[in-house]
């Protein structure tokens, strides 16, 4: 009887095992992919002013949406 319960739990094993090694090579590519492009999107002084002026929007915006919620 012991031995089917451990024939029976092996898939599950290596389905986790699968699984957390698929996170992990996204998680790793997902980091060096905006890691690189965080470094080109710094060096643009443009891209700051942008940065700057969107959060601006964004914040003034649910401020807004805040204001006139009904509770």
């Known amino acids: ?10 898939p599950f094993v290596i389905l986790g095992l699968t699984y957390v090694f698929l996170g992990l090579i996204w998680y790793v590519l997902l980091s060096l992919f905006v890691s690189f492009f ?7 002084p443009k891209a700051g002013n942008f940065l700057n002026k969107f959060s601006g929007v964004a914040f003034v915006l649910m401020g807004i949406k805040v204001a006139f919620s009904k509770k």
């Open 38 to 44: 965080s470094q080109k999107f710094i060096s643009n």
């Open 1 to 10: 009887m012991k031995k089917e319960a451990l024939s029976q739990s092996l």
